[in-house]
């Protein structure tokens, strides 16, 4: 109570990772960490210039705002039934971003829950540019397999001295010129 009247209680926010269209990849909810008086991280979010640490909540993991595309107090966005949520006077789809994704910074697309519930929804990292780059490279098949020993790379002058020099060397391997030591032969 003492931390309201004085402007320094800790400013609590819905996370959204990514704003589309019709849909709001939302992380959770989250404590944001600043030494700043609450109204002025409220002016803050509020033109979206905000900079400064998250506290996701229930996993203790903190990270940079710019990572989010929206911070919101919890008192601006209500979570709905079916997946939707109301924010800036109108309703949203909702997919919720696993903590896998909170630190991607690439696009996110959603997906049908795994668990076969056709309401939800949960993002995941969009690989679909992967996807096309590797579809439009042909395989590059030669025909031609050679088959070395593990050992062909001695052949290589840049890797291995070449054979006269090899036998002008008269280093001592390891293993060299030890015999085999029998308990019994004490």
């Not at 992380?27 to 030494?35: F, I, K, P, S, V």
């Amino acid at each position: 109570m003492l931390k309201r009247l004085l402007g320094k209680a800790p400013v609590e926010v819905w996370v959204i990772k990514q704003l589309d269209p019709d849909l709001l990849h939302l992380c959770g909810q989250g404590t944001l960490e600043t030494r700043r008086k609450r109204k002025d991280v409220l002016e803050a979010l509020a033109d979206g210039s905000f900079q400064g640490a998250v506290a996701m909540t229930g996993s203790g993991v903190v990270l940079n705002a710019r990572l989010f595309a929206a911070l919101v107090p919890v008192e601006q966005l209500q979570l709905l039934p079916d997946g939707h949520a109301r924010w800036q006077q109108r309703d949203w789809r909702v997919a919720q971003v696993p903590q896998r994704c909170w630190t991607y910074e690439g696009r996110l697309i959603a997906q049908a829950t795994p668990h076969g519930n056709a309401t939800g929804l949960v993002s995941s990292e969009d690989v679909s540019s992967i996807r096309r780059r590797v579809d439009q490279e042909p395989p590059r098949h030669d025909g031609v397999v050679d088959f070395r020993p593990a050992e062909a790379l001695e052949d290589d002058p840049r890797i291995a001295p070449r054979n006269h020099e090899r036998d002008n060397d008269t280093r001592r391997l390891p293993g060299q010129g030890r015999e085999w030591r029998r308990d019994d032969d004490h």
